[in-house]
Structures are given as structure tokens and as C-alpha cells.
């Protein structure tokens, strides 16, 4: 049935039509009138006798409506050389006698009468139909699977996974996952560490199927690949570390509300579809085209359960402050993904500062520990303030720049608590820096973001991974479409 | 899906690595390495294995045995772990 050719027009005019629509059998003593005074050819979806006399062209494959975009009955068309020059959709008069250069057409029928779907854009059929007329344009090896063979336990055996059953990558579900961007299939995305392998807008789509994420997440998941792989986020970098780092994404942009992700109550817990699968999508893409597995070249000594997928959105909406892409440069507005290299989130409770002086203290002493109280300029954070945290400093007047302005000034270390052996611990930094006094993070090392449940007196800190230059540094990048 | 219809999936690997499951690496030399023998519970399996774990131990190999409990079914998983972890490679034996 397949056919990878897309058929070639007639000359002329041409008309799409099925019996099943009032306004096709409207419009049929219209296209008998035209048939003899111009070359005519009508292509018919469902039954070649109609309209009657006409001598319709069987399209019940539906595969000349599938290639040439028809989307409802009638559509007529003028096709000059074999390309199409003028569509009119539906029955209206004008439309259709400056396409035909005839006047006067339809003599007693009303002005204009809307048409109905055509039959290759139903819901019902275009899977399928995508599949036999569109999925030669896929380029992905076949995996037969035997008859017998369970399709899930043959994903796990061929080392697909991350450790939970996958949706297993069918070409029609491929294909409707396609369906989420308006990128080429075969357009190359990004080259994958560690393997380095050029990775395809089809190759992201098969792996954002395994991971169980709707087309409308593709674009998300498209941005968060080309971000890891950059040389600014050293995903290599990130993975083969023995540290517990892995990407975390953060999406900004009316996108979030669009596909439903979770930027309130337990933002980074389970439960949401989109926030766990366009995390675990990159993930996978990481894994199976880029080679990074586990025990091969991620070598990390912990890991994190955000391995698995570590997602969020931001909560813009009930923020006192500007959203973290803005921070980073986005116009205000736009879709995008933050990619921080990341460890766990750990929690930071103060329920009873109510003045910002107090809390920033609060934040201040829980952030001097990340990775080490006695490790300093070494590492990046990502703040996660919830939103009865943030009212705090908003009532006070305090903006973001203010709040991080303050912890750096409270993250100043000195000398003689972090140098080696300071405090009986060896752990620190070199001896010679005893009469130095040094920041916690690199000026730019604090990111902020607001999200998480209305009720809990509670903020999250994320430590980073090696920051910089020579390790791995924040990654924004648009969401396209 | 019918039970006979094959289903189809698209690789979603870099494609560096053949779709059938490769082999594992045979033995380069059987001096000092550890050998199962494997008797799968069928009439004269033994008699088959004990010649077998005298060739392998002309050959410098160590040799552990093991026993099926019945040949109609796989190998409980237990005895499969305990062949894996203990072993180097294992020769699984017919009979009759």
C-alpha cells in the first residue's frame, strides 16, 4: 500500500469531493456544468460513482488528498504544469468562478456553503494514513520484534531504558509525535555526547515517544537536547563525573500553561505528565543516542533520582519577581528551557522569619553547605523559593537582584574557617588562603526561580556541578515551534 | 494486536550497534578459567559431563557442576545467578 511517490495533479481543475457531504452533493450539477467546458478532474474519498456521470477518479486510498494537504470537501484546485496555482475550500461562488474564469456558476445555490473534513484529516484515519503515505520520509533502523516476544521486555533487552517500561517507539506513534513540531524529521538537532552522534528531529521524536510524551512536548524536549549539548553545558562532562549532577530543566513561557506542566504544589515530585516525561525524553535521547549509560561513561558514585527525569516549570504567574530566563536574557514572555546542571533538591525550612533580613540569614547558612560548608567558588545553585517564602521579601519591597545581592554578602567565608584542617576537618582550601576572605559562588552562581505549593514555609537549594567555564554553566535556549 | 502480527518499533539508539544482540565473547583460553557443566536432568546427561570435566581439566580448567531440577522447564533463576556469578562459561548438556 505504500506509496512514496506523491501522485502528480492533472492539468486544469480539479475537484475533491465525497458522497458524505451535503455540500459536495450541492455543489455536484456545479462540476457537471464546468466538466466539458475545461478540462475537469474530480477525485472522489468515498465512492467513485459520485458524483454521478462525471467519471470520478478513485481516491478511496485517500492517497492523492493525503499528499496534496486536502482538508476539507469540496476543495477545488487549478493546477497549471502540474502545480497547484489556486485552492477554494467548501462551495463560495466567488472563490470558485475566479478559479475557473467562469461566471455565473451555481445558478440557484447560495453564495457560499462551508465544507465538510475531508476524510485524510480524520482524526480516526491520519495516524494510520501518515504511516503508509508519510513513513518512508523516517529513517530509523526497523526492529523486528518476533512474534512471540514481548514488546516491553524487548525494549528492556535491548538496553533502551532507563529502568521503567518504555511506550514502545511504533512508526505510527512516531509519526503523530512528528506532528508536535514543524521541524524536518531528518534536520540534525544537536551531536550527542559521549558518542557524539549526530541526533535528528525523528531520532528526539522516537525517544520522546519511549519516554511517554504527548507531540505538543516535542518542541520542549527538541530545546532541552540542544541545550545539553552544548559546549557551555558539557553534557559529557555532566555525565561521566563520579558527582550526583545531571541536567535539570526549567521552562519559562506561556508553553508551561499550553501543555499543562506544574509549576505549584509538589513541583518536583511526581504526577505530571509533561514535567516527567519531557525530562525523562532527554534523558533517553542522552542514553541511547548518545551512548552515556550508566557504568560505562556516566560514572557518577550516587546519581539521583532525578536521573530519571528532573522537569519543572516555573511558577511566573504568582512571582513578585521577573522569571529566571529573563534573569538570563529572554525577552519577557518567551518560551524557553533553563538547563542547570544540578544535584537533588534539598529542602530549606524557616517558618518563622517574617522579615527578609531574617530569611536571606536563613537562606544564607543552608546554601554555605552545599557539597561543603568549606568548598568555596567551586559550585553554582539554583534557589528554588516557594511562593510563602517569596512574599515574605515582596511585602518588604525586596526584588530578586535585592535577595541575591544580600546572600552573596552573607556567603563571604573567611579564611580560617575554610582552609584545610580548620575545624578539625581536612577538607578546605589550601593553607595560603587563611588570610583570604572568599564568596561562597561566582558572582553569577546564584540562579532564583519561583515555584512550588501556595501553603509550606519552605524554599529548595540545587546544588550545581563544577561551574564555569571548565566544567558546566546554565544553558538557555527558545523554544521553537 | 494478534499474537501472530510482528510489531514494528523504530531504533531509537545512535544506530552504533548491530539490532541483534551480539554474542558473548568466547574464551580466549580455558587454562585457569572456571567452567560449569550443566546436566539438564535427562538420562545419561551425566555420563556425558564426566568426560567432558576430564578434558576441561586436561585443559587447565576448573570445573563446578550443576543440576536442573527437571529438563521440562528453564533453569530457576537462583541456579542461573549462581552459574553467572560463579562461572567463566558454561556448557549446557543434552542426554539420551
Known amino acids: 500500500m505504500t506509496d512514496p511517490v506523491r501522485p502528480r495533479l492533472p492539468d486544469g481543475i480539479v475537484a475533491v469531493v465525497k458522497r458524505d457531504c451535503p455540500t459536495c452533493a450541492l455543489v455536484a450539477p456545479v462540476l457537471a456544468e464546468l466538466d466539458g467546458r475545461m478540462k475537469l478532474t474530480v477525485f472522489s474519498q468515498d465512492d467513485p460513482g459520485f458524483p454521478d456521470g462525471l467519471d470520478a477518479v478513485d481516491d478511496t486510498s485517500l492517497c492523492v488528498s493525503w499528499h496534496h494537504g486536502v482538508e476539507a470537501v469540496p476543495t477545488l484546485l487549478r493546477v497549471e504544469g502540474g502545480v497547484e496555482v489556486g485552492r477554494a475550500l467548501g462551495w463560495h461562488r466567488g472563490d470558485w468562478e475566479q478559479l475557473t474564469g467562469v461566471s455565473g456558476l451555481g445558478e440557484g445555490l447560495p453564495d457560499w456553503r462551508p465544507g465538510c473534513g475531508s476524510l485524510s484529516v480524520d482524526p480516526d484515519r491520519a495516524a494510520d494514513l501518515a504511516v503508509r503515505f508519510g513513513g518512508s520520509m523516517l529513517h530509523s533502523r526497523r526492529v523486528e520484534l518476533a512474534p512471540l516476544e514481548d514488546e516491553f521486555e524487548a525494549m528492556f533487552q535491548r538496553g533502551w531504558s532507563d529502568g521503567l517500561p518504555l511506550v514502545p517507539p511504533t512508526e505510527k506513534r512516531v509519526m503523530a509525535m512528528l506532528a508536535g513540531t514543524s521541524r524536518r524529521p531528518d534536520e540534525v538537532v544537536a551531536v550527542v555526547p559521549p558518542d557524539l552522534v549526530p541526533c535528528t528531529v525523528e531520532k528526539v521524536a522516537v525517544n520522546a515517544v519511549a519516554a511517554g510524551c504527548l507531540p505538543e512536548y516535542l518542541p520542549v524536549v527538541l530545546a532541552a537536547v540542544e541545550a545539553a549539548c552544548t559546549e557551555e553545558f558539557n553534557i559529557h562532562g555532566l555525565l561521566a563525573t563520579t558527582m550526583p549532577t545531571s541536567p535539570v530543566i526549567i521552562v519559562n513561557g506561556p508553553v508551561r500553561r499550553a501543555i499543562g506542566m506544574n509549576s505549584g504544589m509538589n513541583v518536583f515530585g511526581q504526577g505530571n505528565r509533561a514535567n516527567s516525561s519531557i525530562g525523562r525524553a532527554l534523558q533517553l535521547v542522552v542514553r541511547n543516542v548518545g551512548g552515556g549509560r550508566p557504568g560505562e561513561v556516566d560514572r557518577a558514585t550516587f546519581g539521583n533520582p532525578g536521573k530519571l527525569s528532573f522537569c519543572f516549570a516555573e511558577d511566573e504567574e504568582g512571582s513578585p519577581w521577573q522569571p529566571l530566563s529573563v534573569d538570563l536574557g529572554a525577552k519577557p514572555g518567551v518560551d524557553t528551557v533553563t538547563l542547570f546542571p544540578g544535584e537533588g533538591p534539598r529542602s530549606i525550612v524557616d517558618q518563622l522569619s517574617r522579615e527578609p533580613e531574617s530569611l536571606a540569614r536563613s537562606f544564607a547558612v543552608n546554601l554555605r553547605t552545599l557539597h561543603h560548608p568549606k568548598l568555596l567558588l567551586a559550585f553554582d545553585c539554583l534557589l528554588a523559593v516557594g511562593p510563602e517564602h517569596a512574599r515574605v521579601f515582596a511585602e518588604a519591597g525586596w526584588d530578586k537582584a535585592r535577595l541575591v545581592a544580600r546572600l552573596h554578602e552573607r556567603l563571604q567565608v573567611p579564611g580560617r574557617e575554610f582552609i584545610r584542617g580548620a575545624g578539625g576537618i581536612a577538607e578546605g582550601l589550601p593553607e595560603n588562603l587563611a588570610d583570604a576572605t572568599l564568596p561562597k559562588f561566582k558572582p553569577d552562581g546564584i540562579l532564583v526561580v519561583h515555584c512550588g505549593g501556595s501553603a509550606g514555609l519552605f524554599s529548595t537549594m540545587i546544588g550545581g556541578w563544577v561551574g564555569g567555564a571548565g566544567g558546566s554553566q546554565p544553558v538557555l535556549r527558545e523554544i521553537g515551534t | ?96
Open chain 2, 1 to 96: 494486536m494478534s499474537e501472530t502480527r510482528t510489531t514494528v518499533l523504530l531504533d531509537p539508539t545512535g544506530e552504533r550497534s548491530p539490532a541483534i544482540r551480539e554474542r558473548v565473547v568466547r574464551l580466549d583460553t580455558l587454562e585457569g578459567k572456571t567452567i560449569g557443566l550443566l546436566d539438564i536432568s535427562k538420562p545419561r546427561g551425566d555420563v556425558f559431563l564426566d568426560t567432558v570435566e576430564v578434558r576441561l581439566r586436561d585443559c587447565g580448567a576448573e570445573v563446578l557442576r550443576f543440576r536442573k531440577p527437571t529438563f521440562t522447564k528453564p533453569a530457576p533463576i537462583d541456579l542461573r545467578r549462581e552459574i553467572a556469578t560463579r562461572c567463566d562459561a558454561v556448557v549446557e548438556a543434552l542426554a539420551d
